[in-house]
């Protein structure tokens, strides 16, 4: 579990997230969504420790990643896993390669192990024969594939994931949706997903946190979402025809 409590961040005069309190939740995909410019991703970048918060309190399991020293932070991102907007693999490595990379960074498991573990990652997200193609050869919804597979190897205790859909076509990003939720639930993993997709919303948003202007607007799963009340939310979330059809079809029901 993640907490945050009276987490500020400013930037010289410029007061970018106020009082933000919340719980991420172990075992379930957390989603931060908002505007553009609303905050969410200066919130992401405070909770993995990429910005340092002007004020406030950034908890993992209990522990303040704020106060705590070097040492015991670069623990803590030991026990992280990241999946980036664009995948992020090294294109002059094979994929296997790109798998193993935390693992021969960080892990003291010998070589043979290692390989072993990249292996089982790759075949959960059903990569299985891939492992000797580079970046290039495969499709971009492949590569997010890798993506998750070299987030996981480390098995880490949280998951973080930026736009993980980004550039991929419906069918392929409920594809990504699903791996993400499917491994959160097998591993017990506190997931945060910062998107701006509302099929994921809808999809997989078992804990979803609405930041607008950087306050914490609203909070609630993908079944309350429908029926709320919050104006600011709903402007946001059913600004497409699709949704609106949606939510007037559950209330004409």
Same mark, same amino acid.
């Given at each position: 579990?993640?907490?945050?409590?009276?987490?500020?961040?400013?930037?010289?005069?410029?007061?970018?997230?106020?009082?933000?309190?919340?719980?991420?939740?172990?075992?379930?995909?957390?989603?931060?969504?908002?505007?553009?410019?609303?905050?969410?991703?200066?919130?992401?970048?405070? #909770?993995?420790?990429?910005?340092?918060?002007?004020?406030?309190?950034?908890?993992?399991?209990?522990?303040?990643?704020?106060?705590?020293?070097?040492?015991?932070?670069?623990?803590?991102?030991?026990?992280?896993?990241?999946?980036?907007?664009?995948?992020?693999?090294?294109?002059?490595?094979?994929?296997?390669?790109?798998?193993?990379?935390?693992?021969?960074?960080?892990?003291?498991?010998?070589?043979?192990?290692?390989?072993?573990?990249?292996?089982?990652?790759?075949?959960?997200?059903?990569?299985?024969?891939?492992?000797?193609?580079?970046?290039?050869?495969?499709?971009?919804?492949?590569?997010?594939?890798?993506?998750?597979?070299?987030?996981?190897?480390?098995?880490?205790?949280?998951?973080?994931?930026?736009?993980?859909?980004?550039?991929?076509?419906?069918?392929?990003?409920?594809? #990504?949706?699903?791996?993400?939720?499917?491994?959160?639930?097998?591993?017990?993993?506190?997931? #945060?997903?910062?998107?701006?997709?509302?099929?994921?919303?809808?999809? #997989?948003?078992?804990?979803?946190?609405?930041?607008?202007?950087?306050?914490?607007?609203?909070?609630?799963?993908?079944?309350?979402?429908?029926?709320?009340?919050?104006?600011?939310?709903?402007?946001?979330?059913?600004?497409?025809?699709?949704?609106?059809?949606?939510?007037?079809?559950?209330?004409?029901?």
């Amino acid at each position: 579990m993640i907490e945050l409590k009276h987490l500020y961040k400013s930037f010289e005069d410029k007061e970018v997230l106020h009082d933000i309190n919340a719980v991420f939740e172990e075992g379930k995909t957390n989603l931060i969504i908002g505007q553009s410019g609303s905050g969410k991703t200066v919130l992401m970048k405070n #909770i993995v420790g990429l910005l340092t918060p002007t004020s406030g309190q950034v908890l993992y399991d209990g522990r303040d990643f704020v106060q705590m020293n070097k040492r015991e932070q670069v623990l803590i991102r030991r026990e992280m896993g990241m999946i980036f907007q664009s995948a992020a693999l090294f294109d002059s490595m094979s994929v296997l390669e790109n798998v193993m990379f935390p693992l021969d960074m960080f892990s003291d498991k010998n070589q043979a192990d290692r390989e072993r573990r990249a292996r089982f990652c790759l075949e959960r997200v059903n990569l299985k024969g891939a492992e000797n193609k580079l970046p290039g050869e495969i499709s971009g919804g492949m590569q997010k594939r890798v993506a998750i597979a070299r987030a996981i190897a480390l098995n880490p205790k949280y998951l973080f994931c930026d736009e993980p859909n980004s550039g991929l076509d419906p069918k392929t990003s409920l594809v #990504i949706d699903d791996l993400i939720h499917d491994i959160t639930t097998e591993y017990s993993m506190t997931t #945060i997903i910062n998107t701006h997709d509302m099929n994921s919303v809808m999809g #997989i948003g078992e804990n979803i946190i609405y930041i607008y202007q950087g306050q914490k607007e609203w909070q609630g799963s993908k079944d309350q979402i429908m029926g709320s009340t919050n104006e600011r939310l709903n402007s946001f979330i059913f600004a497409s025809d699709l949704f609106r059809k949606v939510k007037e079809a559950n209330e004409n029901a």
